[in-house]
């Protein structure tokens, strides 16, 4: 039977990659949406991460649709860069929330279901910078290292009910996200990748694929880098 999956952040970018790839891999895709239009082609719910109300009526909702949540995708996520001196609170907590808290909410509701399946497949999507470190980007990599703290603490607490929890790392992925960046800050960021390219978005949608197919019933805890090779030995 197919399974039912929702992936927050689902309307663009990353997130419609793995909606995609997971929908070719025969599940049942739902997807979270926050502004503009919805994808055709998914269940699209309209959820702003930041409120506990809206990710609450949100798996409403997919589960009334499509049955409880046994792969979740947290992936919505944003940045808002300053240098730290310059860095006003709201711009660190507004990206925490988004992020870390919004990744919470999200895999706190899904365990709701997740439990009572006794499995469950979580993915959160983190990034290389977590570990690396960005300048001008001090509330996102500290956002993004938290959801491995997070998440790993998740995969402990679930293991034993059959839910796996583990983080994925992207490097540069041409997105919104990265086209933002001024052109010659990206060619300085391809010299560093030793693959001298950024990620397309489908290549980290087949690592989200396959970390929630029963080829991965065994990794947990686990963060796996889709980097080129940027964050190694990190
Ligand atoms: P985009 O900016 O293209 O898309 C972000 C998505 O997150 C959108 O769907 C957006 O919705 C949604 N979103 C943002 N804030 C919220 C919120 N509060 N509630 C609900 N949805 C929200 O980003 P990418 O596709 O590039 O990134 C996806 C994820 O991958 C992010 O977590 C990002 O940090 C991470 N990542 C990206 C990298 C890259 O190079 N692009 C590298 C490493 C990690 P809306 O359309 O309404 O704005």
Redesign the pocket.
């Known amino acids: 039977m197919a399974r039912s999956v929702l992936v927050?952040?689902?309307?663009?970018?990353?997130?419609l990659a793995i909606a995609r790839e997971l929908a070719r891999a025969g599940d049942s895709v739902a997807v979270?949406?926050?502004?503009?239009e919805p994808p055709e082609g998914f269940l699209a719910v309209r959820?702003?991460?930041?409120s506990a109300a809206d990710v609450d009526e949100a798996f409403g909702k997919v589960e009334a649709e499509q049955g409880p949540v046994e792969v979740l995708v947290a992936?919505?996520?944003?940045?808002r860069d300053t240098l730290l001196p310059l860095m006003k609170e709201d711009a660190f907590t507004d990206v925490i929330d988004?992020?870390l808290t919004?990744a919470y909410r999200v895999v706190k509701r899904a365990t709701r279901g997740m439990l009572r399946l006794k499995r469950g497949r979580v993915v959160l999507?983190?990034?290389?910078v977590a570990m690396l470190g960005s300048a001008g980007q001090t509330n996102y990599a500290a956002s993004?290292a938290g959801m491995i703290g997070f998440a790993r603490s998740a995969a402990r607490e679930l293991g034993s009910r059959g839910i796996t929890v583990n983080v994925v790392a992207?490097?540069?992925?041409e997105?919104?996200?990265?086209a933002a960046l001024e052109e010659a800050h990206q060619e300085q960021i391809r010299k560093n990748i030793p693959l001298g390219r950024y990620a397309s978005?489908d290549e980290v949608a087949r690592v989200v694929r396959f970390l929630a197919s029963e080829d991965a019933a065994y990794i947990t805890g686990a963060v796996i880098p889709v980097d080129g090779g940027l964050g190694m030995g990190h």
Do not use: E, H, L, Q
Not at 8 to 15: E, S, V, Y
Not at 47 to 50: A, G, L, S
Not at 170 to 173: A, E, L, R, T
């Open positions: 927050t952040g689902g309307n663009r970018g990353i997130g979270t949406y926050r502004s503009g959820c702003d991460v930041t992936n919505a996520g944003i940045t988004a992020n919004g999507i983190s990034s290389v993004k992207p490097g540069f992925v997105t919104d996200m990265t978005t």
